[in-house]
């Protein structure tokens, strides 16, 4: 067994040696009923035809998978493996690395999606501002921006510990993390157990996550110029969700 090895807190590191294990471990959530979620929430807010679609932190392209036989889809994230892996799941659809905060693809998108609590590696409110500043430039007038949240102040419990095993013909996964609150930070250091060919690997992933209540949120929609809608509930993950939307 190879010796732990920690991770930055940064949302590239995360994921870069076993994207497999990542992909492995959230194998069980419901991505193709959250993007008929996504769809039509953007059809009800939406205020032109929607046939264009940004996901913005696309990761393996689980969501892009199902995304794309409704929409001409383009992902962006900022890790190469995580990229690698999406291009071959889901081969029609066009993938570019970036950062949200710094992306810039020229063009604007009827749908910008930005989910699974993506939107909590930003450092601070500020970023918060300039990163919804920045998708919002991506959106056509009339389009919608879906943000899908990480969790409030209010709702985050620290002091747990969680634990996941999964497994598939090729590999085995076990995960399990401790949950911290440090200076307005959720701080998830997660341990990793990966056996395959023959080999058991472990190493940690720190991952820290901004603490955003819903009016910060609000009003940084409203700094991009959009206006906002909350979900409480959102997508079944029930994290909740941003709906902004440009007037046409």
């Known amino acids: 067994m190879s010796r732990p090895r920690s991770r930055p807190a940064d949302p590239v590191a ?8 990542y992909d492995l471990v959230y194998g ?6 959250e993007a008929r979620a ?6 009800r807010y939406g205020r032109r035809p929607l046939r264009t679609l940004l996901d913005v932190a696309c990761g393996t392209g689980r969501h892009l998978e199902f995304l794309s036989r409704w929409y001409d889809c383009t992902g962006v994230d900022a890790s190469p493996a995580m990229l690698a892996l999406a291009r071959r799941r889901a081969p029609g659809v066009r993938f570019r690395r970036g950062r949200m905060e710094t992306l810039e693809l020229r063009r604007r998108f009827d749908v910008v999606t930005c989910l699974f609590s993506a939107i909590g590696y930003v450092r601070s409110g500020a970023e918060l501002r300039r990163v919804l500043a920045n998708l919002a430039r991506h959106l056509a007038p009339g389009g919608v921006l879906l943000v899908e949240p990480w969790l409030t102040p209010r709702v985050f419990r620290a002091g747990r510990v969680n ?3 999964a497994r598939s013909p090729e590999l085995q996964v076990a995960r399990m993390n401790d949950v911290r609150r440090r200076r307005g930070r959720s701080v998830l250091d997660f341990h990793y157990l990966v056996g395959a060919e ?3 690997e472990h190493f940690v992933e720190r991952h820290e996550l901004a603490l955003f209540d819903v009016a910060t949120m609000r009003e940084a929609f409203r700094r991009a110029g959009l206006r906002v809608v909350y979900r409480r509930g959102g997508l079944p993950m029930r994290r909740g969700l941003y709906i902004g939307h440009r007037p046409a």
Do not use: S, T
């Open 14 to 21: 995360p994921y870069r040696r076993r994207v497999e294990a």
């Open 28 to 33: 069980r959530k419901p991505y193709a009923a």
């Open 38 to 43: 996504v769809r039509a929430i953007a059809r």
């Open 163 to 165: 634990a996941l095993l």
């Open 198 to 200: 023959g080999r058991v």
